[in-house]
Each structure stands twice: as C-alpha cells, then as structure tokens.
C-alpha cells in the first residue's frame, strides 16, 4: 500500500474538486459525493477491481479507489475524472433503462460475441462523455490518456480508441497513440468514422450504439485478441456492470425494430454500398443477428437472449426471477382489468335520538311534540328539540370468484420455456394471473409421467410461487399425470375451483393406462369433476377428429374440450377463459 498520508492528501484535494465538479455539467446537479477507498481492500468491498472508478445505476453512486490513483499518477485529474464519471450518472448511460436498450441494441451487432457487449456499451458512452467534456467543457481528457498510456497498452483495438480521439481532438499522430507499430490504413481509416460517429450521435447516442459497435467488431472477434485487449482496456470500464443489483426492468422483452434497423456497417455506407452488396461482408464488418420474434405478433425476443441480456445488465441476477418476469411481461396486456365494484347502496333512515333545536337550523326540522313535552314554554334555543336519524344500509354482496386449478403436461415432447418460448406457460400465467387480480386462489401444476411433476402448495395467492412453478421445466414421461387431480380433488372442497389441463392427444393413453387400484383414470377425472364444482375444460392441442370416443366420454363427465391445432390459438383460449369467468365478477 502506498503511503497513508499521500492517500490522504488526495483525498483531501479530489473533496475539494467535487462541487466543480458538478458544475461542468450543471449547477443545479444533485448527487451523493463519491465514496472515497483509501484501499483495494476497500474498493474491493465496494465492488470496484481492475479501474479506478466506477458507477452504480442502483444507487446513483460513484466509487473512486484512491490508492489506484496514486498509483497510476493521475492525482492531478480530480476534476476530468470525477467530470467524467458524473457523465455516466447524466448523459449516457444515465439510467439502468436506456443502459439496458443500449446493451440490447449492441448485442445485436455483436452475433457470436454478444458476451462482449458490456464492453463495448462502456467504451462508447467513454468516447461520448469525454469528447464532451474535452471539446466543449475544455477539460484535459486527453491528458488523463496520455498518464495512463504505457507500451504494454497497446493492441490493434487500443490503437483504434487512441487514433479515434486524436481525429476527434485533432491532435498529431501518436500523441495518445504513441506506439506507431500498430498504425495501418485500416485503423486510421476506422477511426476517422468513429470519431464521426461520436459527433454525430452525441445528442442521439441510443441510436448510434449498434454502428459503433459494428465498426468494432473485427478488433474483437477473436478470442484471444479479445482477451488480450480486455486485459489492458480493463483499466477503464467504470460502467460495465453499472446495473448489478437492480431487480426488474420492464419493458424489455419486446423486440427493438428501430434498434434492429440502426446495425449498419458505415465502412459500407463511405464506399456507397448496400447490405450483402460488392465486397463480402467479412472484409468489413459484419453480419447482425438474426432478430428471431416470438410469442404474440412475433413481436418478443426469446427467452434465452432475455435471460442473457439481463443477466449483463446485471451480473447477480436471479435466472428464475427472470424467467418469470419475461413471461408475466408477455402475459400484462392480455389479464383482465382490475375488478371494480359499484354498488348502489340501499338506505333507510331510523330515528336515534334527539338534540336542541337552534335559531339557525330549518324550521321544518323542529320537532313539536318533543319540544312540548320537555317544557310547555317554547323558547328557541334552549326547549325546542329536534329529531336525529342513523343509516341503515343494505349493501349488495359480490360473488366470490372461484379459484382455478391449472395442470400443464410437461412431458419429453414440451419445450424448456426458459430456452423456447412455450404458448402453454403464457397461457397459464394469463389465466393464473387474471385469477389473482380477480381475488381467487390458484393452484398451478406441471406434470410429465410416468416421472416427474411439480406442483405449488395447494391453491395460493402469491404470484412469485406460482411463475416459478408455471415456468420450470421437467421434460419427463409422456402425458400429464390424471393422478395430480387426486390431491387437490378427491374429497369435495369448501371452494369451487375450475380445472384446467392443457394436454395433447397423450392424454387418452394416460386415461386408459392401468392404476393398478380399483379406481381407473376415467373415474379420478370425474370424481374431481364433480368435487372441483367449477367447469373442467381440457386444452387439446388436436386436430378436432381425432379420439372422437375419447372426447365424446369426456364431455358426457362434463368436462368442455378447448381444440388447437397451433399453439398460438392458446393465447385467445387463456384470453377468452380468463374474461369470461374473471372479468365481471
């Protein structure tokens, strides 16, 4: 550790930098002072490894580690970087949002790599907050660049960074990208497009994100140059994992078009040519992501590139948690309204008792009997009484709704929801969730047997127990179990419940399979039936003619059979299900 007393120092002097700070970006900016590490113990604790700053979207707070500071010898830049680490908090990313829109637009740009995303996210918000602050605010950004340079610095992607700042600062050749063996017409002609890119998306940056990144692409494709490059660019990314922590994001499962459609390749737009046009795309940049929709309109990205992309917005996030975000996102604007009741209260008014009657009260209120009685001498004020009433009223009394039993077939032939997108999972969070907001209990259930199931506690009210079980995964057996209604069902219940199974023509062999007791499947199904109380409604994913005796038996039990040939008619089942039995009630 370096001496204690020039630690304090600095700490002492970089304080004192901090309100002007502030004011380079504007005075009536309001943020926490920074926390000051006088270790890389203490940096350590804080997160912060490999810079010497760093920002956190969650808490709107900065982190400077003195020591490393020192013993960079950039001491002398408290305002530049102090400046530019506010940048981040203000101008880009500013926010755990536009950072996720940010990353999500990059990730685009980046097929293959898409792991480098954070990186790349981190180095053009750099590029944006420092020509800033050099250009306009006249900080000495530059010179922060040159304190930091050193030979074991450079790659051809350092020299890329470096040579883009000297285009953007008009500075000499080799001022900041000293080592003049990694200068080619290629980097210098890469550069002098970044360095436009960056003026001319300072005031738009969300939309030049995917150029950038393309234009990067080639200095990071390979693994071991990649590697080699992070190594030393590691010194700078302050705002790579500036979203650890944060719990949900909203609004990030639908695909970004406009996004989709900003991941060009300017080396292409210099020389005039179209997409896929004269030169093989790999001799320049390269090809974007296929954009893949899923789930309603298409319009969703997949559950694997969501779970991805959270996870590099932050880094500790729960996968499950995830997961059932992603599906309850999907599933919002398809639930039933929140229930409101109106009511038209019936009243009577009931004499109570009685008070004085005064000069300022209506005359008709007077009560002349009582007023008598008391003193036969009437004098206003004082003997004059009048009557007071109480409401009884006669309040209407809703419906309860009932509750909802919902069993999955979860067999080998079903999708893992967190690796595809499944219509079943969607439909049953619509109709689990729309029961929630209705007031009903709901018991969820995956089934694949014979081998495995799970299922929630009983019926319940709380969301989170029920998406976990909703979207995992078993993968086991052939057909849904009918032995799963027994619990719930095989004695009548204090609560009606509807029942719904969403199956495929399996189902039948499992009906017809052996117990080995003396009650068959057939008559499980008919006994829950009739002790649900509710309707029983089997989601067939079946061609309408197919098992017609098997139907037909069915439907003598009582139960209604729902038929989709596609998966995506699931979604106009939960929607039409959950409208009718827990919109109105």
């Known amino acids: 550790m370096h001496n204690h007393t020039e630690i304090e120092q600095t700490l002492a002097l970089w304080r004192s930098y901090w309100k002007q700070a502030k004011l380079e970006w504007n005075p009536l900016l309001r943020l926490q002072e920074p926390i000051w590490c006088l270790s890389h113990q203490d940096a350590k604790k804080e997160g912060l490894s490999g810079s010497f700053a760093m920002i956190r979207l969650t808490d709107h ?111 000499n050749r080799g001022e900041l990208a000293t080592n003049l063996s990694f200068h080619s017409k ?62 949900d994001i909203s609004g990030m499962t639908e695909l970004d078009l406009e996004g989709y459609d900003e991941v060009i390749d300017m080396r292409k737009e210099a020389l005039g040519l179209q997409e896929g046009e004269g030169v093989k795309s790999d001799s320049l940049g390269s090809e974007k992501n296929e954009l893949g929709g899923q789930g309603p309109r298409n319009g969703y990205m997949d559950p694997g590139n969501y779970i991805d992309l959270m996870k590099q917005v932050n880094p500790k996030a729960d996968e499950q948690r995830l997961i059932n975000a992603y599906y309850k996102e999907i599933a919002l604007p398809h639930l039933i309204d929140f229930p409101v009741e109106i ?60 509750n909802v039993y919902i069993g999955i077939d979860c067999s080998g032939s079903m999708m893992n929801p967190k690796q595809n997108f499944s ?10 969730l729309s029961a929630l907001r209705a007031g009903a209990s709901v018991m969820g259930c995956l089934s694949g047997e014979p081998g495995d199931y799970l299922e929630t506690d009983g019926f319940i009210t709380d969301e989170t127990d029920l998406l976990t079980t909703l979207t995992s995964y078993l993968g086991t057996g052939y057909a849904y179990g009918i032995e799963r209604l027994r619990k719930p069902f095989e004695q009548e219940s204090t609560k009606k419940s509807h029942i719904v199974i ?13 117990t080995q007791t003396k009650q068959t499947n057939w008559e499980l199904a008919e006994l829950a039936l009739k002790n649900a109380g509710g309707h029983g409604t089997m989601v067939l994913h079946s061609h309408p003619d197919y098992n017609k005796d098997f139907v037909i038996r069915l439907k003598k039990m009582g139960w209604k059979v729902y038929y989709v ?21």
């Open 565 to 585: 040939t596609n998966e995506t008619e699931l979604l106009r089942f939960a929607s039409e299900f959950s409208q009718q039995n827990y919109a109105y009630v």
């Open 186 to 247: 290629k980097i210098d002609a890469d550069a002098s497009l970044l360095a436009s890119l960056v003026r001319s998306y300072s005031k738009n940056w969300i939309h030049g994100g995917g150029r950038f990144a393309v234009m990067v692409y080639p200095y990071l494709m390979d693994d071991k140059t990649f590697q080699d490059a992070r190594k030393k660019i590691l010194i700078l990314l302050d705002a790579e994992d500036a979203g650890a922590g944060v719990m």
């Open 423 to 432: 219509w079943p999972v969607l439909a049953a969070t619509i109709i689990g």
């Open 61 to 171: 707070r900065i982190v400077i580690n003195l020591e490393e500071i020192v013993e960079r010898g950039i001491s002398d830049y408290a305002i530049e970087i102090l400046a530019h680490e506010i940048g981040h908090h203000i101008f880009t990313p500013a926010n755990l949002y536009d950072n996720a829109i940010l990353l999500n637009r990059i990730r685009f740009a980046l097929p293959g790599i898409e792991d480098r995303a954070p990186m790349v996210s981190n180095l053009y918000a750099d590029f944006l907050i420092n020509d800033k602050l050099q250009r306009i605010n006249k900080l000495r950004m530059s010179k922060v660049y040159q304190a930091i340079n050193s030979e074991d610095n450079f790659s051809e992607f350092w020299t890329l960074m470096m040579r883009t700042y000297e285009y953007l600062w008009r500075l």
């Open 502 to 514: 969403v199956t495929d023509n399996d189902i039948f062999s499992m009906l017809d399979s052996d």
């Open 343 to 402: 009511s038209e209260n019936v009243s009577l008014d009931l004499p109570e008792g009685l008070e004085t009657w005064d000069i300022g009260d209506p005359i008709e209120e007077v009560d002349w009997l009582q007023s008598a009685i008391l003193s036969p001498a009437l004098i206003p004020g004082l003997t004059t009484q009048k009557r007071t009433y109480g409401s009884d009223s006669d309040n209407s009394i809703a419906e309860n709704p009932l």
